[in-house]
């Protein structure tokens, strides 16, 4: 038996409003339901209609050639439909399959397109609209990725100043991320997962598997400065860096697996497999690595001897705390002006997030011009305007059949084309039982806008009083009601998702830190970080400022389970930059007891890791934003930005500028709560002291 991994394109979630209008309507009108349907739309050259003849004759073998598919079971005509524009240059067909959407066969699909060329051949712009019949699926474009890998390498070249130690991040990157997504595409073997599933795992498992590897070789080159053998450096650096790769790791799964609170199938599948990524990332980093460092180790320049890479990481040969690297010291010279101007910043970009709409792709707004559906979508909305492309599905379910239960139906019609931003309405449609009317309603507004959204909850709101009244109650459906049903489940989940996110990330860092103060302004710098990338995403992709340069097709409602994904993601890579920067801080602090040199102590050592880190994260994310799809557009430009933000404005400004105004209240906590913490040895601190007193 042939077995083949299982990815799709939907986004659904079940038990929905919407959702069960559609079993409702499919358990009803059995029949239609095993089988799928697609438009064929058509134009004609300038200056002639479709009613010519040659358009009727070039019309006509097109679609007696698409009938010649055995699976086809029927094919109407623009006139047969009668549903030609009113200048009549604009119409489609209508081709139903026998089989249900996501068993018509690439073979079909493949004489589809090539069967439309024959109109094209004769002047007629023809271009398919699928529905759930999926013609331009995503898909993975490797050079877009290739080039962020690219990037990456110059910066791990600068910073370690050999090609060698460079390419070694990268091939356990690259190693990490074969095995998941190895593990992964066996999953899916069982399980339906859709398809942004598997590109998100690669993304992250990418960016994270870089940035590890680049902590426990940074450490590993420190070690060999201070002359310890390879084995000894390798042996100190798993036990330090990689103490803090396995906790940082941990709280990254942590961020995706929460995903599963939001209770959204799809998207706890997302998180799933993306946490699959990362734990990949972590072993292969405290594992494998270690072996290829142990082969290749003795050939790669200790850092005192990396004049370039000490510049980025401030370890200079000059005697320690004579000189901190500059930007340290300018912020702790400066706090109040340079911590007030980045939270302006922040706070400024994070405006546009309070009028934030969410939404999922629709042909029109998701799909570039290159791609035959969206120039379909665009054809009918010239054609028929804005609310085609938006049809809802009404099933009328009746509580008890009478004499009065057809016109009670008409009646209802009647009233539901009084509603506000309805265009037309069709009569209604019985089902076999008679208990099932289906009617057919087309807005005057499109898919993404939000009177559409308005117009869903009018009608629901209007099925209590047609239940009083008539005993009928209303349920909407349709690709548009569905879409708005999943946009509001996981607006709803938002709230709860954030509280326990930045609940737990709080509690996490008072066992690291040991502190209240430094723990709550890590998070409040997430939030931070977190308002400005989702202001600054609608003000792109919604507001639609700047969608041209970034490459959207259009602008468009944020995509629904963006913000969540960021929460979850950029909770985690906000924490790894805490961790390596601020733990540095509390063991300079505990030892010396002055909190101004734990800072530039902190800056000068791990500011420098951090910043290759994020400008890496950077680089990766931003070759997954160059995809064509939205929807790793979306993704992509939400966590690079997301970075910047809290890498750059947050933990390397905000973070040294107010705890250079805390002083040592930052590191406050009570006797009674340090007792009974658990004590996190997240750098290895205990490996350090025990290396000093053997040493002594």
Same mark, same amino acid.
């Given at each position: 038996?042939?077995?083949?991994?299982?990815?799709?394109?939907?986004?659904?979630?079940?038990?929905?409003?919407?959702?069960?209008?559609?079993?409702?309507?499919?358990?009803?009108?059995?029949?239609?339901?095993?089988?799928?349907?697609?438009?064929?739309?058509?134009?004609?050259?300038?200056?002639?209609?479709?009613?010519? +003849?040659?358009?009727?004759?070039?019309?006509?073998?097109?679609?007696?050639?698409?009938?010649?598919?055995?699976?086809?079971?029927?094919?109407?005509?623009?006139?047969?439909?009668?549903?030609?524009?009113?200048?009549?240059?604009?119409?489609?067909?209508?081709?139903?399959?026998?089989?249900?959407?996501?068993? #018509?066969?690439?073979?079909?699909?493949?004489?589809?397109?090539?069967?439309?060329?024959?109109? @094209?051949?004769?002047? /007629?712009?023809?271009?398919?609209?699928?529905?759930?019949?999926?013609?331009?699926?995503?898909?993975?474009?490797?050079?877009? +990725?290739?080039?962020?890998?690219?990037?990456?390498?110059?910066?791990?070249?600068?910073?370690?100043?050999?090609?060698?130690?460079?390419?070694?991040?990268?091939?356990?990157?690259?190693?990490?991320? &074969?095995?998941?997504?190895?593990?992964?595409?066996?999953?899916?073997?069982?399980?339906?997962?859709?398809?942004?599933?598997?590109? *998100?795992?690669?993304?992250?498992?990418?960016?994270?598997?870089?940035?590890?590897?680049?902590?426990? =070789?940074?450490?590993?080159?420190?070690?060999?400065?201070?002359?310890?053998?390879?084995?000894?450096?390798?042996?100190?650096?798993?036990?330090?860096?990689?103490?803090?790769? %396995?906790?940082?790791?941990?709280? #990254?799964?942590?961020?995706?697996?929460?995903?599963?609170?939001?209770?959204?199938?799809?998207?706890?599948?997302?998180? %799933?497999?993306?946490? /699959?990524? =990362?734990?990949?990332?972590?072993?292969?980093?405290?594992?494998?690595?270690?072996?290829?460092?142990?082969?290749?180790?003795?050939?790669?320049?200790?850092?005192?001897?990396?004049?370039?890479?000490?510049?980025?990481?401030?370890?200079?040969?000059?005697?320690?705390?004579?000189?901190?690297?500059?930007? &340290? @010291?300018?912020?702790?010279?400066?706090?109040?002006?340079?911590?007030?101007?980045?939270? !302006?910043?922040?706070?400024?970009?994070?405006?546009?997030?309070?009028?934030?709409?969410?939404?999922?792709?629709?042909?029109?707004?998701?799909?570039?011009?290159?791609?035959?559906?969206?120039?379909?979508?665009?054809?009918?909305?010239?054609?028929?305007?804005?609310?085609?492309?938006?049809? *809802?599905?009404?099933? !009328?379910?009746?509580?008890?059949?009478?004499?009065?239960?057809?016109?009670?139906?008409?009646? =209802?019609?009647?009233?539901?084309?009084?509603?506000?931003?309805?265009?037309?309405?069709?009569?209604?449609?019985?089902?076999?039982?008679?208990?099932?009317?289906?009617?057919?309603?087309?807005?005057?507004?499109?898919?993404?806008?939000?009177?559409?959204?308005?117009?869903?909850?009018? /009608?629901?709101?209007?099925?209590?009083?047609?239940?009083? +009244?008539?005993? =009928?109650?209303?349920?909407?459906?349709?690709?548009?009601?569905?879409?708005?049903?999943?946009?509001?489940?996981?607006?709803?989940?938002?709230?709860?998702?954030?509280?326990?996110?930045?609940?737990?990330?709080?509690?996490?860092?008072?066992?690291?830190?040991?502190?209240?103060?430094?723990?709550?302004?890590?998070?409040?710098?997430?939030?931070?970080?977190?308002?400005?990338?989702?202001?600054?995403?609608?003000?792109?992709?919604?507001?639609?400022?700047?969608?041209?340069?970034?490459?959207?097709?259009?602008?468009?409602?944020?995509?629904?389970?963006?913000?969540?994904?960021?929460?979850?993601?950029?909770?985690?890579?906000?924490?790894?930059?805490?961790?390596?920067?601020?733990?540095?801080?509390?063991?300079?602090?505990?030892?010396?007891?002055?909190? @101004?040199?734990?800072?530039?102590?902190?800056?000068?050592?791990? &500011?420098?890791?951090?910043?290759?880190?994020?400008?890496?994260?950077? !680089?990766?994310?931003?070759?997954?934003?160059?995809?064509?799809?939205?929807?790793?557009?979306?993704?992509?430009?939400?966590?690079?930005?997301?970075?910047?933000?809290?890498?750059?404005?947050?933990?390397?400004?905000?973070?040294?500028?107010?705890?250079?105004?805390?002083?040592?209240?930052?590191?406050?906590?009570?006797?009674?709560?340090?007792?009974?913490?658990?004590?996190?040895?997240?750098?290895?601190?205990?490996?350090?002291?025990?290396?000093?007193?053997?040493?002594?």
């Amino acid at each position: 038996m042939y077995f083949k991994p299982s990815f799709n394109g939907e986004l659904t979630i079940p038990n929905t409003p919407a959702d069960k209008a559609a079993e409702l309507i499919k358990e009803e009108f059995a029949g239609a339901a095993k089988q799928s349907t697609l438009n064929i739309v058509f134009k004609a050259p300038d200056n002639e209609t479709l009613e010519s +003849e040659d358009a009727q004759s070039s019309i006509s073998d097109l679609l007696k050639e698409i009938s010649e598919d055995t699976k086809v079971a029927s094919v109407l005509s623009p006139l047969e439909l009668n549903n030609l524009n009113e200048d009549k240059t604009i119409g489609y067909a209508q081709v139903t399959f026998a089989v249900e959407a996501d068993k #018509v066969s690439e073979k079909s699909k493949e004489h589809l397109l090539d069967s439309i060329n024959l109109t @094209r051949n004769a002047g /007629i712009q023809t271009e398919i609209k699928g529905g759930d019949i999926v013609f331009s699926d995503i898909e993975f474009e490797g050079i877009y +990725e290739v080039i962020g890998v690219v990037v990456a390498f110059i910066v791990l070249a600068i910073t370690f100043g050999s090609f060698i130690a460079a390419g070694l991040p990268i091939l356990i990157a690259v190693l990490g991320l &074969g095995i998941s997504l190895l593990g992964i595409m066996f999953g899916a073997y069982f399980i339906d997962l859709n398809s942004i599933s598997i590109i *998100l795992a690669a993304m992250l498992g990418l960016a994270v598997g870089i940035d590890y590897s680049l902590f426990i =070789i940074t450490r590993f080159k420190i070690e060999l400065a201070k002359g310890h053998t390879v084995n000894n450096s390798i042996a100190i650096a798993i036990g330090t860096s990689g103490s803090a790769v %396995v906790f940082a790791g941990l709280t #990254v799964i942590i961020g995706l697996l929460g995903l599963s609170v939001a209770q959204i199938p799809f998207l706890t599948l997302m998180g %799933v497999s993306a946490a /699959i990524s =990362i734990f990949a990332a972590v072993l292969i980093s405290i594992i494998t690595l270690p072996a290829i460092l142990g082969m290749v180790g003795h050939r790669l320049s200790p850092a005192k001897k990396n004049l370039l890479s000490n510049k980025i990481t401030g370890n200079s040969k000059k005697k320690a705390g004579t000189k901190a690297d500059l930007w &340290g @010291r300018l912020v702790t010279k400066h706090p109040v002006v340079l911590s007030l101007l980045a939270i !302006a910043f922040l706070a400024i970009l994070t405006i546009p997030f309070f009028h934030m709409n969410l939404g999922l792709p629709s042909d029109g707004t998701a799909k570039s011009t290159e791609m035959t559906e969206r120039r379909a979508y665009d054809l009918l909305t010239e054609a028929y305007g804005e609310g085609f492309n938006a049809q *809802l599905i009404v099933a !009328a379910k009746v509580d008890a059949l009478t004499e009065e239960t057809q016109l009670a139906a008409g009646e =209802i019609v009647q009233e539901l084309s009084e509603l506000k931003d309805v265009k037309t309405v069709s009569p209604p449609i019985p089902g076999p039982s008679g208990k099932i009317f289906m009617i057919q309603i087309t807005p005057q507004s499109g898919p993404d806008d939000i009177k559409t959204k308005d117009l869903v909850n009018l /009608i629901r709101d209007k099925s209590k009083e047609t239940k009083n +009244e008539h005993g =009928i109650e209303l349920m909407v459906t349709g690709t548009t009601a569905m879409n708005i049903d999943i946009s509001q489940q996981l607006n709803d989940a938002l709230p709860l998702f954030a509280f326990l996110i930045v609940g737990l990330a709080y509690i996490l860092l008072v066992m690291v830190f040991r502190s209240l103060l430094v723990p709550l302004k890590a998070v409040l710098g997430f939030l931070l970080s977190l308002g400005a990338t989702l202001g600054f995403m609608v003000f792109v992709v919604q507001d639609g400022h700047f969608v041209n340069f970034f490459g959207f097709p259009a602008q468009s409602p944020i995509l629904a389970f963006l913000p969540v994904i960021t929460i979850g993601i950029l909770f985690g890579l906000a924490m790894d930059y805490e961790i390596f920067l601020v733990s540095k801080m509390r063991e300079i602090y505990i030892h010396s007891g002055d909190s @101004r040199k734990a800072i530039l102590y902190g800056m000068r050592d791990s &500011g420098g890791v951090v910043t290759a880190a994020a400008l890496i994260m950077m !680089a990766v994310f931003f070759g997954f934003m160059m995809n064509p799809d939205a929807m790793i557009k979306s993704i992509g430009m939400a966590l690079a930005f997301g970075v910047f933000f809290d890498a750059f404005i947050v933990r390397m400004t905000i973070v040294p500028a107010v705890m250079s105004l805390m002083g040592k209240t930052a590191w406050y906590i009570p006797k009674w709560l340090d007792r009974i913490l658990p004590n996190i040895d997240v750098e290895g601190e205990s490996i350090t002291h025990t290396e000093k007193n053997n040493i002594n």
